[in-house]
Protein backbone atom coordinates (compact mmCIF):
# COMPACT_ATOMS: atom_id res chain seq x y z
CA UNK A 1 0.00 0.00 0.00
CA UNK A 2 1.42 3.64 -1.22
CA UNK A 3 2.15 6.17 1.77
CA UNK A 4 1.48 9.74 1.31
CA UNK A 5 3.27 11.66 3.64
CA UNK A 6 2.06 15.61 3.31
CA UNK A 7 3.02 18.13 5.56
CA UNK A 8 1.81 22.26 5.28
CA UNK A 9 4.66 24.44 6.26
CA UNK A 10 3.08 27.77 7.22
CA UNK A 11 6.24 29.24 8.38
CA UNK A 12 8.74 28.11 5.79
CA UNK A 13 7.97 29.03 2.19
CA UNK A 14 10.70 28.69 -0.62
CA UNK A 15 12.58 31.72 -2.05
CA UNK A 16 11.55 30.74 -5.26
CA UNK A 17 8.18 32.72 -6.20
CA UNK A 18 7.30 29.81 -8.59
CA UNK A 19 7.33 26.98 -5.25
CA UNK A 20 4.95 26.07 -3.35
CA UNK A 21 4.47 26.00 0.02
CA UNK A 22 3.67 22.71 0.71
CA UNK A 23 6.07 19.69 0.82
CA UNK A 24 4.49 16.14 -0.83
CA UNK A 25 6.35 12.85 -0.75
CA UNK A 26 5.59 9.30 -0.88
CA UNK A 27 7.22 6.67 0.77
CA UNK A 28 6.97 2.65 0.71
CA UNK A 29 9.04 1.89 4.12
CA UNK A 30 6.62 1.59 6.90
CA UNK A 31 6.39 4.83 9.24
CA UNK A 32 8.90 7.64 8.17
CA UNK A 33 10.23 10.84 9.93
CA UNK A 34 9.76 13.53 7.74
CA UNK A 35 11.62 16.82 8.50
CA UNK A 36 11.59 20.25 6.74
CA UNK A 37 14.20 22.53 7.82
CA UNK A 38 15.53 25.81 5.84
CA UNK A 39 18.50 27.90 7.60
CA UNK A 40 18.38 31.19 7.21
CA UNK A 41 21.86 32.86 8.68
CA UNK A 42 20.24 36.71 8.38
CA UNK A 43 17.10 35.41 9.96
CA UNK A 44 17.00 36.15 14.29
CA UNK A 45 14.87 32.59 14.61
CA UNK A 46 15.49 29.13 12.85
CA UNK A 47 12.13 26.99 12.65
CA UNK A 48 12.48 23.27 12.17
CA UNK A 49 8.97 21.41 10.93
CA UNK A 50 8.93 17.25 12.28
CA UNK A 51 6.03 15.05 11.32
CA UNK A 52 5.66 11.29 10.12
CA UNK A 53 3.75 9.91 7.57
CA UNK A 54 0.71 7.09 8.50
CA UNK A 55 0.10 4.02 6.56
CA UNK A 56 -3.67 3.97 5.84
CA UNK A 57 -6.48 5.76 4.02
CA UNK A 58 -5.74 9.60 4.23
CA UNK A 59 -8.91 10.70 4.31
CA UNK A 60 -9.32 8.59 7.38
CA UNK A 61 -6.33 9.41 9.48
CA UNK A 62 -5.58 12.59 7.46
CA UNK A 63 -7.58 14.72 9.92
CA UNK A 64 -5.97 13.12 13.45
CA UNK A 65 -3.36 14.73 14.80
CA UNK A 66 -1.45 12.16 16.76
CA UNK A 67 -1.20 10.17 13.13
CA UNK A 68 0.67 12.74 11.61
CA UNK A 69 2.69 14.19 14.67
CA UNK A 70 5.44 13.19 17.18
CA UNK A 71 4.33 13.29 21.17
CA UNK A 72 6.49 16.28 22.83
CA UNK A 73 8.62 13.62 24.48
CA UNK A 74 9.15 10.91 21.56
CA UNK A 75 12.00 13.23 20.03
CA UNK A 76 15.35 14.51 20.82
CA UNK A 77 16.36 17.48 18.46
CA UNK A 78 19.89 19.10 18.29
CA UNK A 79 21.93 21.21 16.08
CA UNK A 80 25.24 21.13 15.67
CA UNK A 81 28.09 23.76 14.35
CA UNK A 82 29.46 27.45 15.41
CA UNK A 83 27.15 29.76 16.64
CA UNK A 84 27.66 33.72 17.07
CA UNK A 85 29.86 34.42 19.98
CA UNK A 86 32.01 31.24 19.72
CA UNK A 87 34.39 30.15 17.61
CA UNK A 88 34.03 26.46 18.68
CA UNK A 89 31.23 24.04 17.49
CA UNK A 90 28.63 23.57 19.62
CA UNK A 91 25.65 21.16 19.82
CA UNK A 92 22.45 22.65 20.95
CA UNK A 93 19.21 21.47 22.41
CA UNK A 94 16.10 22.97 20.09
CA UNK A 95 12.91 24.15 21.76
CA UNK A 96 9.64 23.59 20.94
CA UNK A 97 7.14 25.78 19.65
CA UNK A 98 3.20 25.52 18.68
CA UNK A 99 1.06 27.27 16.10
CA UNK A 100 -2.52 27.36 15.95
CA UNK A 101 -4.10 26.06 12.67
CA UNK A 102 -7.51 27.37 12.37
CA UNK A 103 -10.30 24.92 11.74
CA UNK A 104 -10.72 24.17 7.94
CA UNK A 105 -13.83 22.00 7.13
CA UNK A 106 -12.56 21.50 3.05
CA UNK A 107 -9.05 20.53 4.40
CA UNK A 108 -7.64 16.61 3.72
CA UNK A 109 -5.33 17.18 6.97
CA UNK A 110 -5.64 18.31 10.58
CA UNK A 111 -6.95 21.85 11.55
CA UNK A 112 -8.25 23.59 14.63
CA UNK A 113 -5.33 22.23 16.76
CA UNK A 114 -2.19 23.42 17.88
CA UNK A 115 1.52 22.61 15.25
CA UNK A 116 4.30 21.87 16.78
CA UNK A 117 7.66 23.79 15.31
CA UNK A 118 10.83 22.87 16.92
CA UNK A 119 13.37 26.42 16.99
CA UNK A 120 16.72 28.01 17.75
CA UNK A 121 17.11 31.47 18.52
CA UNK A 122 20.60 30.89 18.30
CA UNK A 123 22.66 33.03 15.75
CA UNK A 124 23.63 31.12 12.96
CA UNK A 125 26.65 31.99 10.89
CA UNK A 126 27.12 32.13 7.01
CA UNK A 127 29.48 30.00 5.16
CA UNK A 128 29.05 27.25 8.18
CA UNK A 129 28.31 23.56 8.05
CA UNK A 130 25.61 22.52 10.61
CA UNK A 131 23.91 19.47 11.23
CA UNK A 132 20.69 18.72 12.62
CA UNK A 133 20.29 14.96 14.67
CA UNK A 134 16.78 13.57 15.39
CA UNK A 135 16.97 10.66 18.09
CA UNK A 136 13.39 8.89 18.10
CA UNK A 137 13.25 7.62 21.90
CA UNK A 138 10.72 4.29 20.71
CA UNK A 139 13.49 3.28 18.26
CA UNK A 140 17.05 4.31 19.17
CA UNK A 141 17.07 5.86 15.68
CA UNK A 142 18.96 8.70 14.61
CA UNK A 143 17.33 10.73 11.25
CA UNK A 144 20.01 13.38 10.77
CA UNK A 145 20.54 15.94 7.91
CA UNK A 146 23.44 18.63 7.42
CA UNK A 147 23.57 21.74 5.21
CA UNK A 148 26.36 24.50 4.89
CA UNK A 149 24.24 28.22 5.20
CA UNK A 150 25.18 30.42 2.64
CA UNK A 151 27.85 33.23 2.65
CA UNK A 152 27.17 36.98 2.65
CA UNK A 153 27.22 39.04 -0.05
CA UNK A 154 26.90 42.71 -0.99
CA UNK A 155 25.06 44.97 -3.46
CA UNK A 156 27.73 46.52 -6.46
CA UNK A 157 25.51 48.31 -8.56
CA UNK A 158 23.08 50.04 -8.02
CA UNK A 159 24.83 52.26 -5.71
CA UNK A 160 23.00 52.41 -2.32
CA UNK A 161 23.20 56.44 -2.23
CA UNK A 162 22.20 57.34 -5.70
CA UNK A 163 18.11 57.44 -6.59
CA UNK A 164 17.36 55.10 -8.77
CA UNK A 165 16.30 56.08 -12.40
CA UNK A 166 14.10 54.31 -15.09
CA UNK A 167 14.45 55.88 -18.40
CA UNK A 168 11.15 54.92 -20.95
CA UNK A 169 14.01 54.22 -24.01
CA UNK A 170 13.38 50.29 -24.68
CA UNK A 171 16.62 49.86 -25.69
CA UNK A 172 18.21 50.53 -22.59
CA UNK A 173 19.96 47.88 -20.15
CA UNK A 174 20.71 47.92 -16.13
CA UNK A 175 22.12 45.52 -13.90
CA UNK A 176 22.20 44.65 -10.40
CA UNK A 177 25.48 43.31 -9.18
CA UNK A 178 26.46 41.59 -5.78
CA UNK A 179 29.89 40.44 -4.39
CA UNK A 180 31.49 37.98 -1.78
CA UNK A 181 33.93 39.72 -0.43
CA UNK A 182 36.01 37.02 1.09
CA UNK A 183 38.32 34.48 -1.15
CA UNK A 184 37.60 33.04 -3.44
CA UNK A 185 35.02 35.05 -3.94
CA UNK A 186 32.38 32.42 -5.04
CA UNK A 187 28.83 31.99 -2.75
CA UNK A 188 28.00 28.69 -1.33
CA UNK A 189 24.48 29.20 -2.91
CA UNK A 190 23.38 27.33 -6.08
CA UNK A 191 20.56 29.50 -7.33
CA UNK A 192 19.50 33.43 -7.39
CA UNK A 193 16.69 35.20 -7.89
CA UNK A 194 15.97 39.29 -8.79
CA UNK A 195 13.34 40.77 -7.78
CA UNK A 196 12.36 44.63 -7.90
CA UNK A 197 8.94 45.48 -5.67
CA UNK A 198 7.76 49.26 -6.96
CA UNK A 199 5.28 50.33 -3.55
CA UNK A 200 3.33 53.46 -3.10
CA UNK A 201 0.88 55.07 -0.71
CA UNK A 202 -2.76 55.24 -1.53
CA UNK A 203 -5.49 57.40 -0.41
CA UNK A 204 -9.13 56.59 -2.08
CA UNK A 205 -11.73 59.32 -2.57
CA UNK A 206 -13.51 59.05 1.07
CA UNK A 207 -11.18 56.89 2.53
CA UNK A 208 -9.59 57.72 6.28
CA UNK A 209 -6.40 55.32 6.25
CA UNK A 210 -3.84 55.51 3.70
CA UNK A 211 -3.12 51.92 1.95
CA UNK A 212 0.47 50.74 1.29
CA UNK A 213 0.32 48.58 -1.61
CA UNK A 214 3.10 46.68 -3.85
CA UNK A 215 3.70 45.51 -7.65
CA UNK A 216 6.08 43.06 -7.55
CA UNK A 217 8.58 43.15 -11.06
CA UNK A 218 10.73 39.64 -11.36
CA UNK A 219 14.14 40.67 -12.72
CA UNK A 220 15.20 37.22 -13.50
CA UNK A 221 17.27 34.13 -11.93
CA UNK A 222 19.83 32.32 -12.83
CA UNK A 223 22.01 28.71 -11.47
CA UNK A 224 25.34 30.43 -9.59
CA UNK A 225 27.34 30.13 -12.22
CA UNK A 226 25.58 31.13 -14.89
CA UNK A 227 25.26 35.12 -13.04
CA UNK A 228 29.13 34.73 -12.52
CA UNK A 229 31.35 37.38 -13.83
CA UNK A 230 34.82 36.60 -13.85
CA UNK A 231 36.27 39.38 -16.28
CA UNK A 232 37.58 41.62 -12.83
CA UNK A 233 39.88 40.47 -10.11
CA UNK A 234 37.44 40.59 -7.93
CA UNK A 235 34.29 38.71 -9.46
CA UNK A 236 31.02 39.69 -8.67
CA UNK A 237 27.45 38.28 -9.54
CA UNK A 238 25.02 40.27 -12.36
CA UNK A 239 21.22 39.97 -14.26
CA UNK A 240 20.58 42.48 -16.05
CA UNK A 241 17.03 44.07 -16.59
CA UNK A 242 15.45 47.08 -19.01
CA UNK A 243 14.36 49.77 -17.07
CA UNK A 244 11.49 50.67 -18.96
CA UNK A 245 9.51 47.64 -18.20
CA UNK A 246 8.45 49.14 -15.37
CA UNK A 247 6.18 51.73 -17.73
CA UNK A 248 5.15 48.70 -19.48
CA UNK A 249 3.96 47.13 -15.99
CA UNK A 250 2.50 50.41 -14.76
CA UNK A 251 0.26 50.52 -17.60
CA UNK A 252 -0.97 46.58 -17.72
CA UNK A 253 -1.21 46.70 -13.76
CA UNK A 254 -4.91 45.73 -13.37
CA UNK A 255 -5.88 47.32 -10.08
CA UNK A 256 -4.73 50.76 -11.09
CA UNK A 257 -6.79 50.52 -14.36
CA UNK A 258 -9.76 49.42 -12.27
CA UNK A 259 -9.19 51.64 -8.96
CA UNK A 260 -8.06 54.97 -10.05
CA UNK A 261 -11.27 57.37 -9.52
CA UNK A 262 -11.33 60.97 -9.72
CA UNK A 263 -9.71 62.25 -6.43
CA UNK A 264 -7.21 59.24 -5.88
CA UNK A 265 -4.15 60.13 -4.32
CA UNK A 266 -1.04 57.90 -4.13
CA UNK A 267 2.61 58.76 -3.08
CA UNK A 268 5.64 57.03 -4.35
CA UNK A 269 7.92 54.59 -1.65
CA UNK A 270 11.18 53.73 -1.80
CA UNK A 271 12.08 50.91 -4.78
CA UNK A 272 13.41 47.67 -3.32
CA UNK A 273 15.54 45.28 -5.40
CA UNK A 274 16.34 41.55 -3.53
CA UNK A 275 18.70 39.30 -4.12
CA UNK A 276 17.35 36.09 -3.02
CA UNK A 277 19.44 33.35 -2.67
CA UNK A 278 18.76 29.35 -2.11
CA UNK A 279 21.55 26.46 -1.27
CA UNK A 280 21.75 23.12 -3.96
CA UNK A 281 19.69 20.72 -2.27
CA UNK A 282 16.26 23.28 -2.07
CA UNK A 283 17.40 23.48 -5.77
CA UNK A 284 17.41 20.10 -6.28
CA UNK A 285 14.37 19.72 -4.57
CA UNK A 286 12.22 22.36 -6.81
CA UNK A 287 13.86 21.12 -9.79
CA UNK A 288 12.89 17.18 -8.87
CA UNK A 289 9.21 18.81 -7.65
CA UNK A 290 8.56 20.41 -10.94
CA UNK A 291 9.10 17.95 -12.80
CA UNK A 292 6.65 16.71 -15.33
CA UNK A 293 8.76 12.81 -15.57
CA UNK A 294 5.88 10.34 -16.63
CA UNK A 295 8.00 7.74 -14.55
CA UNK A 296 6.93 8.63 -11.06
CA UNK A 297 3.46 8.84 -9.45
CA UNK A 298 4.67 11.91 -7.60
CA UNK A 299 8.53 13.25 -7.37
CA UNK A 300 10.34 12.76 -4.92
CA UNK A 301 13.50 14.55 -3.62
CA UNK A 302 15.30 14.06 -0.09
CA UNK A 303 18.57 14.61 2.04
CA UNK A 304 17.41 13.06 4.91
CA UNK A 305 19.30 10.40 6.80
CA UNK A 306 16.92 7.23 8.17
CA UNK A 307 13.90 10.03 7.18
CA UNK A 308 12.30 11.86 4.06
CA UNK A 309 12.45 15.61 3.51
CA UNK A 310 14.86 18.28 3.30
CA UNK A 311 17.40 19.97 5.14
CA UNK A 312 18.94 22.80 3.12
CA UNK A 313 19.75 27.20 3.16
CA UNK A 314 18.07 30.14 1.63
CA UNK A 315 19.01 33.93 2.77
CA UNK A 316 18.28 37.37 1.26
CA UNK A 317 19.22 40.89 0.72
CA UNK A 318 18.05 44.06 0.18
CA UNK A 319 18.61 47.66 -1.15
CA UNK A 320 15.70 50.43 -1.07
CA UNK A 321 16.52 53.23 -3.16
CA UNK A 322 14.64 56.38 -3.65
CA UNK A 323 12.83 57.01 -7.07
CA UNK A 324 14.02 59.85 -8.94
CA UNK A 325 12.13 62.97 -9.40
CA UNK A 326 12.54 62.46 -13.40
CA UNK A 327 10.92 58.96 -13.30
CA UNK A 328 8.14 60.30 -10.75
CA UNK A 329 7.45 63.35 -13.01
CA UNK A 330 7.12 60.77 -15.91
CA UNK A 331 5.36 58.53 -14.12
CA UNK A 332 3.31 61.11 -13.27
CA UNK A 333 3.07 62.36 -17.04
CA UNK A 334 2.21 58.76 -18.51
CA UNK A 335 -0.76 58.01 -15.98
CA UNK A 336 -2.16 61.02 -15.04
CA UNK A 337 -5.13 59.51 -14.12
CA UNK A 338 -3.21 57.62 -11.18
CA UNK A 339 -2.91 60.08 -8.38
CA UNK A 340 1.11 60.63 -8.21
CA UNK A 341 2.26 63.86 -7.97
CA UNK A 342 3.80 65.56 -10.06
CA UNK A 343 7.29 67.77 -8.58
CA UNK A 344 7.37 71.36 -9.57
CA UNK A 345 9.92 72.78 -11.95
CA UNK A 346 10.79 69.16 -12.79
Not at 269 to 280: L, P, Q, T
Amino acid sequence: MKKLIYTVFAIATLVLTSCSNKVDLWSNDGDSTIVYALLDASADTNFIKITKSFVGNVNDLGHVYEANNYSYDDLEVTLTGVFEGSSATQTIALDTVSRWIAYNDQSVFYSGCRQVYYYTTRKLLEGKEYTLNILRKTDNVVVSAKTETINTFVFQKPAATVDITFTDVPTSIAYVEWRVNDFPYKSTASFFEVTGYFRYKELQPGAQDTAIMEIVWPFGEGKEESLYNTSTNMPYYVISYTPSALYSILERNDYLQTHSPVGVERWFDKFEIRVSAIGEDLYNYYLVSNSSSAIQDVPNYSNIENGVGIMSARISRSLHLNISEKTRNKIHDKFPDYGFPHTPGK
